[in-house]
């Protein structure tokens, strides 16, 4: 398929979607994320980190605080406050790429927009504070909605859709219904499927062949899939850190199902996933 370009304008600049594969590279300042929780919970740890993933090729730089891996308990804003407040402060004037904050509070956006991020990315699709449209709409920044079923605590307890796309598909139309009715634009949107959040393994492999369905909703698509456990399962059990070659490969099927940005921790390498995968889809 052919991907739709797409202008997604943040405060410092135009980003051109679908021309190529932007990367999202992940920065968890957060003692409990499944794959590298506690490695940047220090600031200079994380800060060293987002540094890296830019000069590795990241186009965007994700900044969260609090985990939401399968079972996680959530945090307060003040503590996710104290854990992103100095990264983001530490980032100002050393990374050229814009930073968007992994948050689900109006509060932490707020303050993260305060000190330079410019997109908001929202696993809860505005369900888990609806303030945060409101910060999204006064500095007109994009924000990233994402399909869960559950939150999560509970997502993967089940019961599991019966339809996965069908499912994601109306919970993701719910969720731009939420956003425009708080005053947002369409052109601020960008919706991510939600790999892994609230889906059995096989129904995140159907979502990965069954992409393109999902491009016809007619928004910027962002897919995240690294090292998540899916592709653990099916590498007999494989620890998160020996996932990058299964990731690459849902990496280069996203991208061939019309995702706009991939969210990934292992940057350089998924770079040339990308790098390939998009002269692929340019040679159609």
Known sequence: MRRRRFHLRLPSRTLLLGERTLLMGIVNVTPDSFSDGGRYLAPEAAIAHAIALEQAGADLLDIGGEST??????VSAEEELRRVMPVLEGLRGRVSVPISIDTQKARVAEAAVGLGAEMINDVSALRTDPALA????????????????????????????????????????????????????????ILDPGIGFGKSY??????????????????????GTSRKMFIGRSLNNAPPEARVWGTAATVAASILGGAHIVRVHDVAEMAQVARITDAILAAQ
């Open 69 to 74: 891996r399968p079972g996680a308990e959530g």
């Open 134 to 189: 409101e910060v999204a709409r006064r500095h007109r920044l994009p924000i990233v909605l994402m399909h869960m079923r559950g939150t999560p605590r509970t997502m993967q307890q089940g019961p599991f859709a019966r339809n996965v796309l069908l499912d994601v598909k109306k919970g993701l139309r719910a969720a731009v219904r939420r956003a425009l009715a708080a005053g947002l634009r369409r052109a601020q949107l």
């Open 202 to 223: 096989a129904q995140n492999f159907e979502l990965l062949a069954r992409l393109p369905a999902l491009a016809t909703l007619g928004f910027p698509l962002l897919v």
